[in-house]
């Protein structure tokens, strides 16, 4: 199997973000869960995006984890590695984004690495290093409030100097637009000057085309799914690639019950949960009760229990920042995350045990949870629900074929939850 682009995710929905992406623009792409294990049979592909749950780990879990990952994907004769952040540039001060490139770009024999998180179709750009979240800087968005990586900087190149032993520069968007020589150029005197890693500006796809072309010459990149779509282009236009991929075969029907589990507290998720309310039961769970014992749980069995084989039901942890606030101050942040994620990946368990094969998950880190606990080992890529999440199909688990949709928290329009289950049967 000769893989042209693989990629190593920091979380599961953003690999299920990157492979629509891939599979949009032509590469046959799988998404694996954890590095594959020798016995999982993976379809002939151009692509390979190994989903890992290292976004808000301790940093050095994230390079060892991301660096084992790097390796499997060289042996397979994988050039090129990008390593899918999320679009939001989700951090802290102590990682991850800045010691995982760093460590990537040693362990392929250093040289200069090009990040940017620019994802235009979702409202994502990039100016003089200044992430924006549709028209608002990231640290007016939503992402100021998000539970985990609360984002208080929109200055990227400061927010991943504060994170890397390496400098880092800027290649601005007058350099991008006047095409890849010109941004490579600026790459290089960035090099000159000892700076090795560089905040690209994108705003519009074309400037992600630039990049992609310039970021394949090289053996690491880090950005979002609009990189990805960059090196995807690159790879087509160079024709290494056929640009074949098709999707219809992947959303074949599995039958079954459906349920849909949010445990993304981000307004988007919120939002959807209310449209979703008025046509379909939701269990709002009590995070108190579900962090102090398994009673919330078994309640939430119960009652998605008595109601499934009418139709589907959503089960929700997801609340708004002042309620998320006020817990963690109570469980700190990570301990009560966790805990919640726990209690949802049991719920999700449980009603897949019940005849569940269509599930839809809210939220990357809510996402992993389940994935791991249903032991999902693979994803085929099906047609995109909304921008940045297609229809999954799982690939060697014990339950037989499901289909899923991970949705990261902050993508989707209104009606999001219904629009998965319409296009799977
Ligand atoms: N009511 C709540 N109070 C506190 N934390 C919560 C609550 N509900 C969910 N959580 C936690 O908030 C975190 C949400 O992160 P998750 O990655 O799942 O969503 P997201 O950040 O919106 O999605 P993405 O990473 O895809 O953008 C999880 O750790 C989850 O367990
Ligand atoms: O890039 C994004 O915004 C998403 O794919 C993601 O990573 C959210 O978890």
Known sequence: MAISLGSIADDYT?????????TKNGLRTVQTVGIPDTSLALPDVDAIVISLKIRSVPASEAVTAATEAERWLRHRGVGHVLYKICSTFDSTDAGNIGPVTEALSDAAGGGSVLVTPAFPETGRTVYFGHLFVGHLPLNESPLKDHPLNPMHDANLVRVLARQSRRAVGLID???VAAGPAAAKAKLNALRMTGVTMAIADAIFERDLET?????????????????????????????????????????????????????????????QLDVAERSMPVLRLDPERLISGPDEIAAAISWAGDRISAGPVIVAASAAPETVSRLQSQYGREASGHAIETATSIIAAELVER??????????????????????????????????????RSVGNRQGDMLLALKSGNFGGDDFFAAALAMMH
Do not use: M, Q
Request: with cysteine; aromatic share 0%; hydrophobic share 50%.
């Open 211 to 271: 990049l992609g072309e310039i970021a394949l010459e090289a053996p690491v990149s880090t950005g979002a799914s609009g990189l990805g779509l960059g090196l995807a282009r690159a790879l087509v236009r160079s024709g290494r690639i056929a640009g074949s991929a098709t999707t219809e075969d992947v959303i074949r029907p599995v039958g079954g019950l459906s349920a849909i589990i949010a445990g993304s507290c981000s307004k988007a998720t919120l939002h």
């Open 14 to 22: 953003g690999a299920s973000d990157l492979a629509n992406t891939l």
């Open 355 to 392: 005849g569940v094969r269509r599930l839809v998950v809210a939220g990357g880190e809510t996402s992993g949870a389940a994935v791991d606990k249903l032991a999902i080992p693979a994803f085929l890529i099906g047609p995109e629900i909304a921008p940045g999440v297609p229809v999954l």
């Open 173 to 175: 968007l007058a350099a």
